[in-house]
């Protein structure tokens, strides 16, 4: 269904459902194989070490700030490089978060020979993201930071979305509704859209 060496860049606002929806889909046996790359997930462990860059890390976490572009795009990188061995399906979640980084990654992609990256936005609502966040209860997820994040994606990440939308390499999915639901809706969007490629 997906061909070979297909990168899908999950987008979405925080509590969007991004890594519930690729572990879902990384369940299908026809995605056997296929690695994920989460930055947040990355930044949090990198955030647990006591070295000056995950003091660093845990302040702008624990602000609801954002990292800088070459730290999120370094983290994914090498990920990657130490993940991937050929053309494996590849998810990502939590980056490009700037448009620099979208930048470099279709660059580095390029460069190992894979084709430009697919977006898969699942939109809600800025109000259902926040209320999601609310009621997960995570550390990071004071009243202050998830509007910090929310407004940040609003800025820096809707224009990634248009980009890939411009280039026809977007996948937009609602995610609104049951996990059940929203998971139906991408795996109809996704098969749509390679089947019409």
Do not use: C
Request: hydrophobic share 35%.
């Amino acid at each position: 269904m997906i061909p070979k060496a297909t990168t899908l860049m999950f987008l979405g606002r925080s509590g969007s459902g991004k890594d519930t929806q690729i572990e879902m889909l990384m369940k299908r046996p026809d995605f056997a194989g296929a690695i994920e790359t989460n930055t947040g997930n990355m930044l949090r462990e990198m955030a647990k070490k006591e070295s000056i860059l995950g003091k660093k890390v845990k302040e702008i976490l624990e602000t609801g700030g954002l990292m800088p572009g070459w730290l999120s795009f370094t983290a994914w990188e090498s990920y990657l490089i130490d993940k991937a061995k050929g053309d494996e399906i590849l998810f990502t979640a939590g980056s490009p978060r700037r448009m620099e980084e979208a930048e470099l990654e279709d660059k580095a992609l390029e460069f190992l020979g894979r084709p430009k990256p697919v977006g898969v936005y699942i939109s809600v609502s800025r109000e259902e993201a926040k209320k999601r966040l609310l009621l997960r209860k995570r550390g990071d997820d004071t009243e202050e930071s998830i509007e910090n994040r929310l407004s940040w994606f609003d800025e820096n990440v809707l224009p990634i979305a248009e980009h890939y939308r411009k280039e026809g390499r977007l996948i937009e999915v609602d995610g609104e509704g049951s996990q059940e639901e929203v998971f139906g809706r991408l795996q109809k969007g996704i098969e749509d859209y390679f089947s019409n490629k």
